[in-house]
């Protein structure tokens, strides 16, 4: 495709209700990473995968907080049992490959809201 | 810990006036600094990226330079112009792979 894409790109649920976000990268890319974005938080990593793997899970905020990544390809992030915290903008982005001099290329964001 | 700053959190200018915006790092070990722009309820759109052995880029009005002993960056805007209102940010990525952001600068240029 031409760039990373989303779905959704909004959401609004019931707190303790759980979300699955999805994030399509760009075709051939092999990094996919997940950010999160939240008012009075700034921007931070939340996981990375390099093909399948996930080898840095470093930045999920709790347990609740899972991704996996099928085929090389489609990732989806899903949030168990939803809180108000969790309110925020989720970023996708993908690489060509992972590793320093790659650039990563953002997806517009899917924006939670837990009521 | 890796920590970015960026300075200053807000700015409105004129159009036509050249702009500076900062970003300072604590560790220089970084693989690259990047330079995003945020629309409202967009998503990120890189700017310039600078690898770790380089001191600066340049794309058309924007220029940013590196100086990594020192952990910063700064971001010049040349003749601005109302298109040019959006949050920037900086962004370095060390040997984790993941990029760490600073808080943006939120630019508005006005006619």
């Known amino acids: 495709g031409a760039g990373v894409s989303q779905s959704p790109s909004n959401k609004v649920t019931e707190k303790g209700k759980d979300v699955e976000l999805r994030c399509d990268p760009i075709?051939?890319?092999?990094?996919l990473y997940w950010y999160r974005q939240s008012l009075g938080q700034g921007l931070e990593f939340l996981i990375y995968?390099?093909?399948?793997?996930?080898?840095?899970k470093s930045g999920l905020p709790s347990d609740r907080f899972s991704a996996e990544r099928t085929g090389g390809s489609v990732s989806t992030l899903t949030i168990q049992r939803t809180q108000q915290e969790d309110s925020a903008v989720y970023l996708c982005?993908?690489?060509?490959?992972?590793?320093?001099?790659?650039?990563?290329?953002f997806g517009p964001g899917t924006r939670l809201l837990v009521l | 810990k890796q920590e970015v700053t960026q300075i200053p959190a807000a700015l409105s200018v004129p159009e036509g006036e050249n702009l500076v915006l900062n970003c300072s790092f604590t560790?220089?070990?970084?693989?690259?600094l990047q330079w995003f722009r945020q629309d409202p309820g967009k998503g990120l759109t890189s700017l310039l990226l600078?690898?770790?052995?380089?001191r600066e880029q340049t794309s058309g009005r924007l220029n940013a330079s590196l100086d990594k002993s020192s952990g910063r960056s700064t971001l010049y805007i040349a003749a601005s112009q109302p298109g040019d209102s959006a949050t920037y940010l900086c962004a370095v990525k060390d040997n984790t792979d993941k990029l760490i952001f600073g808080t943006g600068t939120r630019l508005q240029v006005f006619p």
């Open positions: 075709s051939g890319h092999t990094a």
């Open positions: 600078i690898q770790s052995s380089q």
């Open positions: 560790d220089s070990a970084i693989y690259n």
């Open positions: 982005a993908s690489s060509l490959l992972a590793g320093g001099a790659e650039t990563q290329y």
């Open positions: 995968f390099q093909g399948n793997s996930a080898p840095d």
